[in-house]
C-alpha cells in the first residue's frame, strides 16, 4: 500500500491537552517540513512528506540552504543547515542511502584543515545572518557544529572516510573541555550518546557532568534562575535546564541530575506551553521571521522530550 501523504487522524481527540494545542499553533504558523514533521511524530503522518519538503532545502552541492536553520539566510549551503537535514531524516529514519553519501561529500568539501566543521562558511557573506553568528574568511573548526553531525552518522551506522578525522576531532575537543557553554557541552553529548566506544564516552560524560555542576551551567531549580549565572553572549535569561542536556532518559547526561532535579525540570517544560499552543525561543531574536520559524521545532522538541519521559502530552 503506498504511504499516504498526510496524517491518519483520529475520529476525537482530548479538547486542550498539550498536544492538540501545539497541533493548532503549527498549522497556523508553522512552514511545511515542520508540518509534515509534526504529522510524522504525533499524527501516524508519513515519512515520504517529510523528505519531499525537506527536499526543498537541498542544493546540488549536496548541502542544505534556505534558512533552513531560520538564523542563517539565503540560499547556499551551510555546515549548520545540513546538520538539521540530518536530525530531520534521523527523526523519519532516512538517515542513510545515497542522500546522506551526498552530505557526507558535502562535509568533506567544507571541512577546515583538521577534518571538522565550521559553523558557518564565508559563502554566508552578503545574506542576512543573526548578529550572534561570526562571519570570518577563516572559520575555526567547531565542536559545536561537528559534535551534533559525527553522533547522528554513528547513531545511524553510516560509514563514510569523513567520518574518521571527524570523530577524532570531537574526542580531542571533547577531552580538552575545562571551560564551556551550555550549546557546547549539549554538542558534545550528542556525540558522546553515539560514540561507537562506549566505555570512553561514558568516561568523558561523567567529567563533562561534574564540570556542569561545577560551573553551575544547568538551572537546576526553575524558581530561583536569577541565582544560575547566565553564559557571557547569551541572550538575557538564556538558562539551559537539565532536560536540555538530557533530551531522553537513556542519554549519557541524564546521569547527571537527580529524580527530583529532572521532574523540576520537566514541570518547568510543560508549564512553558504559550497560550497560542508553541514554546518560546529562549536565545536572542534578531527578527520576525526567524523567531516565529525557529518556535515550531522548538514546540516539536519540547513535546518530544515530555513523551520521551512519560509525561502525558495528549
Avoid at 42 to 55: K, T
Avoid at 282 to 302: F, H, K, N, S, Y
Amino acid at each position: 500500500m503506498a504511504e499516504s501523504d498526510g496524517p491518519s487522524l483520529p475520529s476525537a481527540r482530548p479538547a486542550h491537552t498539550p498536544l492538540l494545542r501545539a497541533e493548532r499553533f503549527v498549522w497556523l504558523t508553522a512552514r511545511v517540513l515542520e508540518q509534515r514533521l509534526f504529522a510524522y511524530r504525533f499524527l501516524n503522518g508519513g515519512a515520504d512528506p517529510v523528505e519531499r519538503a525537506l527536499d526543498a532545502y537541498r542544493n546540488e552541492d549536496g548541502g542544505y540552504g534556505h534558512a533552513l536553520e531560520p538564523d542563517l539566510r539565503g540560499p547556499v549551503s551551510q555546515p549548520l543547515h545540513t546538520a538539521r537535514a540530518l536530525h530531520v531524516l534521523d527523526a523519519v529514519g532516512r538517515c542513510g542511502g545515497q542522500r546522506v553519501e551526498r552530505v557526507c561529500r558535502y562535509l568533506s568539501s567544507v571541512s577546515t584543515a583538521d577534518g571538522a566543521l565550521p559553523a558557518v562558511c564565508p559563502s554566508q557573506r552578503g545574506y542576512p545572518v543573526a548578529p550572534f553568528v561570526p562571519v570570518v574568511d577563516d572559520p575555526p573548526s567547531e565542536l559545536l557544529a561537528t559534535g551534533p553531525v559525527v553522533g547522528l552518522l554513528h547513531r545511524n551506522e553510516v560509514w563514510h572516510a569523513w567520518l574518521f578525522r571527524a570523530t577524532d576531532f570531537c574526542w580531542q575537543a571533547v577531552d580538552a573541555l575545562e571551560a564551556s557553554h551550555p550549546y557546547e557541552i549539549e554538542a558534545a553529548v550528542a556525540f558522546l550518546d553515539a560514540a561507537p566506544d562506549r566505555a570512553r564516552a561514558e568516561a568523558a560524560a561523567d567529567r563533562l557532568g561534574r564540570l556542569v555542576r561545577e560551573r553551575r551551567l544547568a538551572a537546576l531549580d526553575p524558581d530561583r534562575l536569577d541565582t544560575y549565572p547566565v553564559a557571557p553572549g547569551y541572550a538575557p535569561g538564556e538558562h539551559h535546564f537539565p532536560h536540555d542536556f538530557a533530551r531522553t532518559p537513556v542519554s549519557l547526561a541524564r546521569a547527571w541530575f537527580t529524580d527530583e532535579e529532572m521532574a523540576r525540570s520537566l514541570d518547568f517544560l510543560a508549564a512553558e506551553q504559550q497560550e497560542d499552543g508553541g514554546w518560546p525561543v529562549r536565545w536572542r531574536q534578531w527578527a520576525p521571521a526567524p523567531a516565529l520559524e525557529a518556535r515550531a521545532g522548538v514546540t516539536i522538541e519540547a513535546l518530544r522530550t515530555l513523551r520521551a519521559y512519560g509525561r502525558y502530552v495528549g
